[in-house]
């Protein structure tokens, strides 16, 4: 070849298929065979053809990118795994894509603000958020400028179009009901946030399993992270120092209480039993190793993007909303 740019129709001829399925497999849409999509790979890397993404954004409208914004701190967003776990899967499902991953953070009623007016079909082609808490309004004005938007849980008084959320009440029911069947009678909880769906859903799920067993609440509420489980069980310890059994809302937050019982003197599981709630890799790893609700935070990134890349092709989404299933795993800590 000359110092000529080789052109859409080279690619075409090469792989022998029409123009438009080259500009399909070049936008990442799934509508394309898999013979395809490689005869049309294989012939842009025999002519080394670059798409002119300047050109391709005025025809197709599209920028190529795909923001996720976290409504949390630097601090738990690199120090907690779950958000890890989060970018993990959405990255790969994009990888394919051409997409680029725009990573912001939204803590404070400024920052919304200029991520507000920035978040827009300029500049995004969709957007995924996670961490919200209630009523947050950045979704709905997000749909409304134009931009497909998937959220990463269900914060209280929203109604999204679509979703990806775990079965946090079955999750939390399922582990205080081994708790129970352990023979645990003083069963205390360390509740997440209130002004965030999972943390409404798995206190809910812990009081329905109670009550079903008929046993009294024993509920401290943290922030997810370590220090507030240590915190709450202090507090716990202080209200009911004969309580035998500890469920709380997230890992970082049973970790939290297995440091703060050995402090105190009390073995676990022998005098108090600890489950959490996330099966993060640091549970297997604790002491004793902590029995915990597995939740894959990678299924739950790939299932946000695989919405999101569906809305933004325009293409059928018969469930938009789409509920994870949990299972209690069981280690030594209860």
């Given at each position: 070849?000359?110092?000529?740019?080789p052109?859409l129709?080279?690619?075409?001829?090469?792989?022998?298929?029409?123009?438009?399925?080259?500009?399909?497999?070049?936008?990442?849409?799934?509508?394309?065979?898999?013979?395809?999509?490689?005869?049309?790979?294989?012939?842009?890397?025999?002519?080394?053809?670059?798409?002119?993404?300047?050109?391709?954004?005025?025809?197709?409208?599209?920028?190529?990118?795909?923001?996720?914004?976290?409504?949390?701190?630097e601090?738990?967003?690199?120090?907690?795994?779950?958000?890890?776990?989060?970018?993990?899967?959405?990255?790969?499902?994009?990888?394919?894509?051409?997409?680029?991953?725009?990573?912001?953070?939204?803590?404070?009623?400024?920052?919304?603000?200029?991520?507000?007016?920035?978040?827009?079909?300029?500049?995004?082609?969709?957007?995924?958020?996670?961490s919200?808490?209630?009523?947050?309004?950045?979704?709905?004005?997000?749909?409304?400028?134009?931009?497909?938007?998937?959220?990463?849980?269900?914060?209280?008084?929203?109604?999204?179009?679509?979703?990806?959320?775990?079965?946090?009440?079955?999750?939390?029911r399922?582990?205080?009901?081994?708790?129970?069947?352990?023979?645990?009678?003083?069963?205390?909880?360390?509740?997440?946030?209130?002004?965030?769906?999972?943390?409404?859903?798995?206190?809910?799920?812990?009081?329905?399993?109670?009550?079903?067993?008929?046993?009294?609440?024993?509920?401290?509420?943290?922030?997810?992270?370590?220090?507030?489980?240590?915190?709450?069980?202090?507090?716990?310890?202080?209200?009911?120092?004969?309580?035998?059994?500890?469920?709380?809302?997230?890992?970082?937050?049973?970790?939290?209480?297995?440091?703060?019982?050995?402090?105190?003197?009390?073995?676990?599981?022998?005098?108090v039993?600890?489950?959490?709630?996330?099966?993060?890799?640091?549970?297997?790893?604790?002491?004793?190793?902590?029995?915990?609700?597995?939740?894959?935070?990678?299924?739950?990134?790939?299932?946000?993007?695989?919405?999101?890349?569906?809305?933004?092709?325009?293409?059928?989404?018969?469930?938009?909303?789409?509920?994870?299933?949990?299972?209690?795993?069981?280690?030594?800590?209860?």
């Amino acid at each position: 070849m000359t110092g000529r740019r080789p052109t859409l129709e080279e690619v075409a001829a090469r792989a022998g298929v029409g123009r438009g399925t080259v500009s399909r497999v070049i936008n990442g849409s799934p509508k394309v065979s898999a013979q395809a999509r490689e005869a049309v790979r294989k012939a842009i890397d025999e002519l080394g053809y670059v798409p002119n993404r300047a050109a391709r954004t005025l025809v197709t409208n599209r920028t190529d990118t795909v923001a996720l914004v976290v409504a949390e701190s630097e601090q738990r967003l690199f120090g907690e795994p779950y958000f890890a776990g989060i970018i993990r899967g959405i990255s790969a499902t994009l990888g394919d894509t051409g997409l680029q991953l725009l990573l912001a953070l939204a803590r404070s009623p400024e920052e919304y603000a200029r991520l507000e007016h920035y978040l827009t079909p300029q500049h995004v082609d969709g957007v995924l958020l996670t961490s919200l808490h209630a009523e947050d309004p950045l979704p709905a004005r997000l749909e409304a400028g134009g931009v497909p938007t998937v959220l990463g849980g269900c914060p209280p008084g929203l109604a999204p179009f679509s979703y990806v959320d775990v079965d946090n009440r079955e999750g939390a029911r399922q582990a205080v009901e081994h708790l129970v069947a352990r023979g645990r009678r003083r069963i205390a909880t360390i509740a997440g946030p209130q002004d965030m769906g999972v943390g409404i859903d798995r206190l809910t799920g812990y009081r329905v399993a109670l009550a079903e067993a008929g046993l009294p609440e024993l509920v401290a509420y943290g922030d997810f992270g370590e220090a507030s489980g240590i915190t709450a069980v202090e507090e716990l310890l202080e209200r009911d120092p004969g309580l035998d059994a500890v469920f709380a809302a997230d890992d970082p937050m049973a970790l939290g209480a297995l440091r703060a019982l050995r402090r105190r003197g009390r073995r676990v599981p022998e005098d108090v039993a600890v489950v959490g709630f996330d099966d993060s890799a640091a549970a297997p790893l604790a002491d004793p190793p902590l029995t915990t609700v597995h939740q894959s935070a990678e299924e739950m990134g790939r299932e946000m993007a695989r919405l999101l890349m569906a809305r933004i092709n325009g293409d059928p989404l018969p469930e938009p909303v789409v509920i994870l299933k949990p299972r209690l795993v069981v280690r030594a800590s209860g």
